[in-house]
DNA sequence: CAGTGGTCTAGACCACTCG
DNA sequence: GAGTGGTCTAGACCACTGA
């Protein structure tokens, strides 16, 4: 025998990692199809099949109907960012979770709100801004649009007590939604709620979702220039 | 019959979304097991199973073992980010790529690139910054560590002409990274690169890669506050 | 048009975990 | 301990696409 039984898809892939590390098989490398792999491990096709299937998926490799399977020469590797409610990401840290409604008013869209929403300037919206605190200190400043037509139980929701992402995740399903990373200079309404110098660099999360084509809510999330986003590759 | 085929995973994932954005399923709901659904569509559990396995990875589905599968009650929803390379990532904005190499030294790590890298003070690094250019103007700043012992051939490299991103890339595989987003104002020296005012805000992205538990690189890179980083949800 | 990956099926066994 | 999801198998058909 030349090999030993490989036969769970996560000890494929291992192997398959293995000769990549190895540069058994360099980047470029045409491998082995999925039958000739099936056999040599001594497991069916469609576990070989599942182990290339993920790992093509985080970039590592690129599959083509007729022309195989290739060590990705030019790896676009994916990483999974976790998107969590603001309240769970401060607990998680194990730090004391405080919230502030610092606004709330109904109102027509900016022309930068308009723009992402892609509404008309006569929007019927809901306008709310509010602070998230991690053991009583500035740590995201939220600002809001929702479409009332989208999400009408808005206007009841108690956000004094509770921040909008934490109503609208539980009450208004989305299909799908963009979110932009970015870069920006504190404002002095900014700098003043987030407690830092005014013009200091603040990391900016924006996010828009809709229902099918309907837009919901569009959200602009600033954080002090201490915090920092991670994710594992 | 009470309900028409539905065979495929994507034609699953399909109906189980409906079903959730249509508020039948709200946040919390228990659905129903794999047999049943099966049965219900009229297809094998195993497509059901891929289906409801992915959709679970992307934070919309809660399963274990034994209590069944419910609708996500705080949805931890996951993105995927591209992390192309600079080239490729300016070349597909249609824009003309350009490099210049800015500084290339052998030297100990400073103490910022000793912490991240879990390494003594006096190990053998290559120090390489160099610019992105797209069409012409300021891209990207990218400042680089490099642990010599682990990637040998970094000394003969063509840095002068290629970015040390794309030679590693296709000469030294890793097993894993730590990739980190956060905001600084401009350094005068990034300032002066990146053609931007003093304490301009800049997007930075940390990355350090490994091969099993030997240190590889770390980078930072600077973009300037027009930049923003985009994904789908 | 032939060979690759993409998917579905029916059945089976297993691991975990909740009641 | 029983029921759920997690996985593997052997076989089959299909869609795409590059030689």
Redesign the interface.
């Known amino acids: 025998m030349s090999q030993a039984q490989i036969n769970s898809y996560q000890a494929v892939q291992a192997e398959i990692?293995k000769r990549?590390?190895g540069?058994e098989w360099p980047?470029g490398t045409l491998i082995p199809g999925e039958m000739e792999l099936a056999e040599a491990f001594g497991c069916a096709r469609a576990t070989v099949n599942r182990a290339l299937r993920e790992l093509a998926e985080t970039?590592i490799l690129e599959r083509k109907r007729r022309a195989g399977t290739r060590v990705a020469?030019?790896?676009?590797?994916?990483?999974?960012?976790?998107?969590?409610?603001t309240r769970?990401e401060i607990e998680s840290r194990g730090a004391a979770y405080g919230y502030n409604l610092v606004e709330r008013t109904r109102a027509g869209p900016t022309p930068t709100v308009q723009a992402r929403l892609e509404l008309p300037a006569d929007a019927d919206m809901l306008h709310v801004s509010c602070m998230h605190l991690a053991d009583q200190r500035p740590f995201q400043f939220e600002d809001r649009w929702v479409h009332i037509p989208a999400a009408p139980g808005i206007l009841e929701a108690p956000l004094d007590r509770l921040s909008a992402n934490e109503w609208l995740?539980?009450e208004v399903?989305?299909?799908?939604?963009?979110?932009?990373?970015?870069?920006?200079?504190a404002t002095p309404r900014e700098a003043e709620l987030l407690e830092v110098a005014e013009?200091?660099?603040?990391?900016?999360v924006e996010r828009t979702t809709w229902?099918?084509c309907s837009p919901i809510t569009f959200v602009r999330m600033s954080?002090r220039?201490d915090?920092?986003?991670?994710?594992?590759?």
Chains 1, 2 share one sequence.
Not at 73 to 85: F, S, T, Y
Not at 199 to 204: R, V, W
Not at 227 to 233: D, K
């Open positions: 990692m990549i590390q540069r980047p970039g020469l030019n790896p676009v590797r994916k990483a999974v960012l976790d998107i969590p409610i769970h995740v539980q399903p989305y299909s799908h939604g963009r979110i932009l990373f970015s870069a920006a200079n013009g200091s660099a603040l990391f900016i229902l099918a954080y220039a915090y920092s986003m991670v994710t594992e590759l």
